[in-house]
T-cell receptor
Framework: GAVVSQHPSRVICKSGTSVKIECRSLDFQATTMFWYRQFPKQSLMLMATSNEGSKATYEQGVEKDKFLINHASLTLSTLTVTSAHPEDSSFYIC??????????????FGPGTRLTVL | AQKITQTQPGMFVQEKEAVTLDCTYDTSDPSYGLFWYKQPSSGEMIFLIYQGSYDQQNATEGRYSLNFQKARKSANLVISASQLGDSAMYFCASRGVGNEKLTFGTGTRLTIIP
């Protein structure tokens, strides 16, 4: 299957700082990338969907000014958690999907980033 | 809209036995896809298998097979000859035509006992 990388895998930061997480599709062009958040022992919660060159579409309840998403190229999307607070501590996972929109397109996931805000 | 139900929060299975993880779905889309992902303790989501709603045959990928029963709206994952490395969370997901988003179930934690 296709490979999606995510960096960093783990980050610890002080409250009030901003943290950038990168998501890259290594061997395919990702027309669409997704950012999820996962709390312990829970399912994935979609935060936003981004298409290359356009603004991200955020899910209801997700603050777009707090979680900045940039999908600058077909292989790179970034999530910036601005002015992070302890309640932002979570596991963040990106996924990427190539090709035309259709039910058969598989989403491939990155390995995730564990964010801890002190 | 899509809804996925996984009714087994946890399962314990003896090594080498087959295991079935349940998944039922609810959708109004005429065409949809069903996916299974594995999430080990490391956190990565590993794609296992895909079934299209119009596929005539059940999908198979190595030890994984999908028992697709359209009339019952179920898409159970079957793992044959389970191994210790199969211990993980398993998520069922679906996506309708024209919809970019995957809808996930709550997951089943599978533990393989030696």
């Amino acid at each position: 299957g296709a490979v999606v990388s995510q960096h960093p895998s783990r980050v610890i930061c002080k409250s009030g700082t901003s943290v950038k997480i990168e998501c890259r599709s290594l061997d395919f062009q990702a027309t669409t990338m997704f950012w999820y958040r996962q709390f312990p022992k829970q399912s994935l919660m979609l935060m936003a969907t981004s298409n290359e060159g356009s603004k991200a579409t955020y899910e209801q309840g997700v603050e777009k000014d707090k979680f900045l998403i940039n999908h600058a190229s077909l292989t790179l999307s970034t999530l910036t958690v601005t002015s992070a607070h302890p309640e932002d501590s979570s596991f963040y996972i990106c996924s990427a999907r190539g090709g035309l929109a259709g039910v058969t397109d598989t989403q491939y996931f990155g390995p995730g980033t564990r964010l801890t805000v002190l | 809209a899509q809804k996925i139900t996984q009714t087994q929060p946890g399962m314990f299975v003896q090594e080498k036995e087959a295991v079935t993880l349940d998944c039922t779905y609810d959708t109004s889309d005429p065409s949809y896809g069903l996916f299974w992902y594995k999430q080990p303790s490391s956190g990565e989501m590993i794609f296992l298998i895909y079934q299209g709603s119009y596929d005539q045959q059940n999908a198979t990928e190595g030890r994984y097979s999908l028992n697709f029963q359209k009339a019952r709206k179920s898409a159970n994952l079957v793992i044959s000859a389970s191994q210790l490395g199969d211990s993980a969370m398993y998520f069922c997901a679906s996506r309708g035509v024209g919809n970019e988003k995957l809808t996930f179930g709550t997951g089943t934690r599978l533990t393989i006992i030696p």
